[in-house]
């Protein structure tokens, strides 16, 4: 006969020592509730309240342009502020093309349409206008065409904002935006390739 006290201090003492080896297994494997997480803190400058950037690791004497990193905030409590227009980031390399087609179940002849690249929203900065055509169009489906020339990705920053307005020919105070995001442009190697030519 075994107490009943007896028994459940050995049942817990099996369960605490399977706990210690799933903590160790996770620790090593790198799994589960105990993993290794690593993090950078973002630091606020007591003097603007705005943060200060971060930029990766270079060597002393690597000379070139440092690169920056961009955290996003997820631990602030806040939430995406609501809107109607869609989200579309644009991944493009730097020098290079670009084009991009939309969708609209409206007759998009009757707008004009103006698409523009800037640093942040509100920003004095133009980096770019992006050419637009209507492809086709109809009452109930539309295709307008987006494109950069390699004279316009050639001095984008690493990270910019662009948004597509239409603005009804008929009534130029009716103006919607419908598509909105973040430019993301990968810093070139070959540069003035057609001024040397071929070899």
């Avoid at 800037?118 to 637009?132: D, E, K, Q, V, W």
């Avoid at 919607?176 to 070899?199: C, E, H, I, M």
């Amino acid at each position: 006969m075994i107490p009943r006290a007896q028994r459940y201090q050995q049942l817990s003492a099996i369960i605490q020592q399977r706990w210690e080896q799933y903590k160790a297994l996770c620790s090593q494997l790198n799994v589960g509730l105990w993993k290794i997480e690593m993090g950078t803190l973002i630091r606020t400058s007591r003097t603007t309240n705005k943060y200060v950037p971060i930029y990766i690791g270079q060597e002393v004497d690597d000379a070139r342009k440092p690169e920056r990193v961009y955290i996003n905030n997820n631990l602030t409590g806040r939430s995406p502020m609501p809107t109607n227009a869609q989200n579309y980031d644009i991944i493009l390399y730097q020098g290079n093309n670009f084009s991009v087609e939309f969708d609209f179940p409206f007759d998009a002849s009757l707008y004009a349409w103006a698409a523009q690249i800037r640093t942040y929203p509100n920003s004095p900065s133009l980096y770019a206008n992006f050419g637009i055509t209507v492809t086709s169009h109809s009452s109930t489906l539309s295709k307008v065409v987006l494109t950069l020339q390699p004279t316009d990705t050639e001095y984008l920053p690493t990270r910019a904002f662009w948004d597509l307005t239409a603005t009804l020919k008929t009534d130029d105070t009716q103006v919607t935006t419908y598509v909105k995001g973040q430019v993301f442009t990968t810093q070139a190697v070959s540069l003035d390739v057609g001024t040397y030519g071929s070899w």
